[in-house]
Structure formats: C-alpha cells, structure tokens
C-alpha cells in the first residue's frame, strides 16, 4: 500500500512541474509591452464590447 502513495506522489510532483513549464513557455510565447499605447487601446476597445455584450445579455435575461 505504501508503493501507491509515493508514487501517487511523484506524479503530483511531475504534475506540477509539468504545470511551471507550461506557464513559463506562456510567458516566452506573449512578449506584450504593456506601457505601448496601442496596447492600451486594444485593451479599452476589448472592454467597450465586452460591456456591451454584457447589457445585451442582462436585457435579454430581463425578457
């Protein structure tokens, strides 16, 4: 029974590291400069269409 607990274990440890790896591979692929101000214009036009879907929704779940 002590066989099924060390390696349940080991793969929770490989899991996460498989995890770490993946997110660091993220952060490589998106070099977005945040302070670029056409980044802020895409994030506040982003935003608009979402808030309107938003009101959509919520007049539509009002009917």
């Known amino acids: 029974m002590s066989e ?4 349940g ?3 929770v440890k490989e899991k996460k590291a498989e995890e770490n790896d993946d997110q ?7 070099d977005i400069d945040m302070d670029a101000p056409e980044t802020e214009r ?9 808030r309107k879907f938003q ?6 779940d009002d009917s």
């Not at 099924?4 to 390696?7: T, V, Y």
């Not at 009101?55 to 539509?60: N, R």
């Open 24 to 30: 660091k591979k993220m952060q490589d692929d998106f």
């Open 42 to 50: 895409a994030a506040v036009a982003i935003q608009s269409q979402f």
């Open 4 to 7: 099924r607990q060390s390696s």
């Open 55 to 60: 009101k959509k929704k919520q007049g539509a």
């Open 9 to 11: 274990a080991a793969n």
